[in-house]
């Protein structure tokens, strides 16, 4: 396990935060889930360093990723913007305040559940997201509008436990419920990430979960890569790319969820042992 040089740029954080981007700019989402997983598999970081860290890189892969966009989608209606951006933002509100509260282990194993979610989806195995939207969709009808302030606040949230712009839930949801078409989709989250992953940025500060340290290495190499991502983005082998990331996360969430199992049946024992022998003594 590498661990990050101290008070200096480190080189392998910058060529993380490089590739990430790229990666993630080209194929349009935040780069969340990759961050988080490697931050903490290779790098050591703990869960609340890690989500910190990552939504704070989301910030330049975002901006130049919405940028892109805009550029070549000019006719893009703002009508969801001023709705969902602001709902997204409440909910980082709350968000601070509950993983104030929770521990590392129940965070880090609901993110592993996440990623199993996101993992099968990619592999087009199961697609959680579409199918309970869909099912919102045939109960609502004509009242779907009612959902965007309650699902911009619930993903807010998401964004602060788990460290992610929640992308490959917002796309989605303005694909299937507001009929938007894949690219004013993918814009919108973008875009929403951006301000988004500000927003928990500034609550993970005051609440000083957030290490500017690695932020030294990352931030401007995730710039650069996103810029380049989002040039190179038609040209990107993306169905490829999505495989890959949809394989290697599955197989970290699969190692999350089995060492966070194994680590609470280990608890579990020793609570029984130390019960027993309490009952032995009396």
Request: glycine share 8%.
């Amino acid at each position: 396990m590498l661990k990050p040089v101290d008070n200096q740029f480190d080189i392998r954080l910058a060529l993380l935060g490089f590739f990430v981007a790229l990666f993630s700019a080209g194929i349009g989402i935040g780069g969340g889930t990759l961050l988080v997983s490697i931050l903490m598999t290779v790098f050591g970081f703990d869960f609340k360093k890690a989500a910190s860290t990552s939504l704070s890189t989301i910030i330049p892969i975002s901006f130049i990723g919405s940028v892109n966009y805009f550029i070549f989608l000019p006719e893009i209606s703002l009508q969801y913007y001023y709705i969902f951006i602001p709902a997204c933002m409440v909910g980082t509100l709350l968000g601070g305040k509950i993983v104030q509260k929770r521990q590392n282990g129940w965070l880090k194993f609901i993110f592993s559940l996440f990623l199993l979610i996101v993992s099968l989806r990619m592999l087009k195995l199961f697609d959680f997201p579409s199918l309970i939207y869909s099912g919102l969709l045939d109960i609502l009808f004509s009242n779907e509008y009612l959902l965007i302030a309650p699902i911009g606040i619930l993903i807010g949230i998401i964004a602060v436990l788990l460290g992610i712009g929640c992308g490959l839930l917002i796309v989605p949801f303005f694909v299937i419920i507001m009929d938007l078409n894949i690219h004013e989709a993918i814009t919108l989250s973008l875009t929403t990430m951006f301000f988004l992953s500000i927003s928990a940025t500034v609550i993970n500060n005051k609440l000083k979960a957030l290490d500017l340290t690695p932020l030294k290495s990352l931030f401007i190499p995730a710039l650069t890569g996103a810029a380049i991502g989002a040039a190179i983005s038609n040209y990107l082998p993306g169905a490829i790319l999505k495989k890959l990331f949809g394989i290697f996360l599955f197989m970290i969430a699969c190692n999350y969820i089995i060492h966070e199992l194994a680590m609470h049946h280990k608890l579990t024992v020793s609570v029984k042992r130390y019960w027993k022998g309490i009952k032995q003594v009396l």
